[in-house]
């Protein structure tokens, strides 16, 4: 894997290593061939004669030192866990009884499935780097650990291979995958990511997209000139890997509090189209690929890439909301006409949802729907009355937020993740700060409900998951604090204060330790903590 360092290296400092020793500059064409390369973008002179793809290294001679003793200490948490995993387990009776190694087994799986694609000719999703054993086994690898990750999350009867296994299996392999292109690379890094996102041990997860952003700065994939000349379906596939990407720096950015790498006008690259991978590999013309697709009907027709082209829609306005609305230097009293612009533009994206998606398809984009909504409005709740339309559809859009993931986990193939978690947690503070606003006003049955909804998801995810329990158990004791201030406000005179005496005090640090980054979501729990005080 490439890893560079964010800061640039000064050619006139000294720091001891061999003065002759040259970062690799040309392309692997002109590498392979020894020929000069020019280092010209997209492509180099000598490949754009030959009319050949040029892929050009990464600075992977640089790493970065912080980032390599994260993983060093990553590697030896999961290694001292997967020791204790094999003592109190006893290896599973297959394995035993199988005398192969299970890296033999894996490379058995890799060649035949490198035999297919190759036999398949054209048809072939792999790239060329599969045909390198030591990438190939990592891929294999890391596709494992992420599906017995998500077992283990839905099924808490799974006692197979545990997903670290897999993960330190991977690992081993980290030198071929930076020996290949940047393409494979950046492949690479969304597994990663998309492991730790589920994972227990979430160090380096904002650093690993930042890396993948860079990566994709880097080869250019975010313009739409780095694809304009390649082959129909190679240019589908990096759209795909590109707004793959760009989803996952959106939703980190929008949980964690920090900021986009790109904005919206550096990005012409378009949407992949929405066409189904069966009929691909049915269809052995690609020229259909070519075509683009009508301003609007981008997920027409309804494929098994529609859900995704909506949601890398809806991640284009999570960027938006961010970079308009969560700004340090302009008042939201300053910023309220922007704010009415973007959720008519979101209404209108509803609008344009195909009514031929699955109901589990649809459902799930109404929830990242909600969630936009509820992005969108939260920084203006303080100033919004209580009454008002928009004050009421955030609280509404929190609630549905809360109910949509107690369906989906009522279903055993529902997993979650760290997003999810921050999700449900910071839609639950949005209610109970709703509720101190309007008080009486905003008090129902349905709200009722939408908070017991987030505190019984909280509560399932913290069965399958130990970290999250203090996330649990801080929203169940926001709630009685809540409540309690709201019944103390109705009662008679003189019994407020005798309440109030009574309750024990809440301790609000206890937040600093739960890693919410979110400067709206912690402005709305201090204002609780200085009504429930008062």
């Known amino acids: 894997m490439s890893f560079t360092s964010p800061d640039p290296v000064s050619p006139n400092i000294d720091d001891g290593t061999n003065p002759r020793k040259r970062q690799r500059t040309a392309c692997d064409r002109c590498k392979g061939r020894k020929q000069k390369c020019d280092n010209a973008y997209p492509q180099c002179s000598n490949c754009a004669k030959a009319g050949k793809e040029c892929n050009k290294p990464l600075d992977t001679e640089i790493m970065s030192n912080s980032y390599t003793r994260a993983l060093e200490d990553q590697v030896a948490h999961l290694e001292k866990r997967l020791m204790a995993m094999e003592q109190q387990q006893p290896r599973q009776s297959q394995t035993q009884a199988n005398p192969r190694s299970a890296r033999q087994t894996a490379h058995e799986s890799v060649g035949a499935r490198s035999n297919s694609d190759t036999n398949d000719g054209q048809h072939s999703f792999a790239s060329p780097a599969y045909n390198q054993t030591g990438f190939a086994l990592f891929v294999l690898n890391m596709v494992y650990s992420i599906g017995a990750l998500n077992l283990r999350l839905t099924d808490q009867s799974y006692r197979d291979t545990p997903p670290e296994q897999f993960y330190l299996s991977a690992m081993q392999h980290v030198a071929s995958v930076r020996e290949a292109s940047p393409i494979d690379n950046l492949q690479a890094l969304v597994l990663l990511i998309l492991y730790h996102l589920r994972s227990e041990s979430r160090n380096g997860l904002w650093h690993l997209t930042g890396l993948a952003m860079r990566t994709v700065t880097d080869i250019g994939l975010h313009r739409e000139a780095s694809t304009r000349n390649l082959p129909p379906l190679e240019t589908q596939l990096r759209r795909r890997l590109f707004w793959s990407v760009y989803a996952l720096e959106s939703i980190l950015a929008g949980a964690l509090g920090r900021p986009i790498s790109l904005s919206d006008c550096d990005i012409d690259q378009p949407l992949p189209l929405s066409v189904n991978d069966s009929d691909r590999m049915r269809e052995p013309n690609t020229s259909f690929m070519s075509h683009g697709s009508t301003p609007g009907q981008e997920a027409n027709p309804t494929t098994n890439l529609s859900q995704f082209i909506l949601l890398s829609q809806l991640r284009t306005f999570e960027a938006r909301i961010q970079r308009t609305i969560y700004r340090v230097d302009r008042t939201a009293s300053a910023l309220q006409p922007k704010m009415h612009r973007l959720i008519s533009e979101l209404d209108a994206w509803r609008q344009n949802i195909p009514s031929s998606l699955q109901s589990s398809e649809h459902e799930r984009l109404m929830l990242h729907y909600h969630r936009d909504v509820r992005l969108l409005l939260q920084p203006f709740l303080a100033m919004l009355e209580p009454n008002s339309d928009l004050f009421r559809r955030c609280v509404d859009a929190a609630g549905q937020i809360c109910q949509i993931h107690k ?98 005090a809440y301790d609000f640090s206890v937040f600093d330790g739960l890693e919410i980054t979110d400067a709206a979501a912690l402005d709305m729990v201090r204002e609780l903590s200085q009504w429930f005080q008062s």
């Open 407 to 504: 369906r989906f986990h009522q279903t055993p193939e529902y997993g979650h993740s760290f997003v999810a978690v921050h999700t449900v947690f910071v839609s639950g503070i949005t209610l109970l700060y709703a509720l101190w606003r309007g008080k009486s006003n905003i008090w129902s049955f349905g709200i009722s409900n939408d908070i017991r909804a987030a505190s019984c998801v909280l509560a399932i995810m913290g069965e399958r998951a130990p970290w999250i329990r203090r996330f649990r158990d801080e929203f169940d004791a926001l709630t009685e604090a809540t409540m309690a201030a709201l019944q103390n406000a109705s009662s008679e005179p003189g019994v407020e204060t005798r309440l109030r005496d009574e309750m024990p």
